[in-house]
């Protein structure tokens, strides 16, 4: 139970510095998908704050069912326009396959593997863009975030056409 004490006893100084934000649009009509890869601080690589973004996480930062529930939601009730995939280097997702990870979990699963960062981006950007109901978002951009210099590499863009 220390954890789970540490994270309570945290919150208690947490509440004393709180910055409130009352919209739950994000003001930069921004919305991040990235890896739940604990080398990633979010906000401080972007230079995002409080209340700018919504930030959707899962393993590898690929866009799953329920990114896409979250990103009709943020598009359609919550104002976002520009969306960020954001990969990064030395991640668990790279250099093994379904079946290793149906293997290593007991869980059978489409753990959806990273070959190509580039093609990885390239192919979650295009289902994005393709899914009718998110016709709200504009830009979309694809980033592979290195874990050891923080560098962010600039890898595919997406904006849609005019007209
Ligand atoms: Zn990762």
Redesign the pocket.
């Known amino acids: 139970m220390t954890q789970i004490a540490e994270l309570l006893a945290a919150n208690e100084g947490y509440v004393a510095a709180l910055a409130k934000v009352s919209d739950a649009r994000p003001s930069r009509q921004l919305a991040i998908v990235t ?3 604990a080398r ?1 601080d979010v906000f401080a690589a972007l230079g995002l704050r409080l209340g700018e973004a919504h930030v959707l996480r899962n ?3 690929r866009v799953t069912h329920d990114v896409l529930r979250s990103l009709a939601l943020s598009a359609h009730v919550l104002g976002v326009e520009t969306v960020v995939i954001m ?2 280097t ?5 250099g093994v396959t379904d079946e290793d990870l149906r293997r290593l979990t007991g869980a059978d699963l489409g753990f959806i593997p990273i070959d190509d960062h580039a093609a990885a981006l390239r192919e979650d950007i295009q289902l994005l863009a393709e899914t009718p109901y998110l016709h709200p978002l504009a830009v979309i951009a694809g980033f592979v975030y290195d874990v050891e210099t923080g560098e962010i590499d600039d890898v595919v863009r997406w904006e849609r056409p005019t007209g």
Do not use: P, V
């Open positions: 890896c739940m890869d990633i393993a590898g930062g990969q990064h030395k991640c668990g997702l790279t």
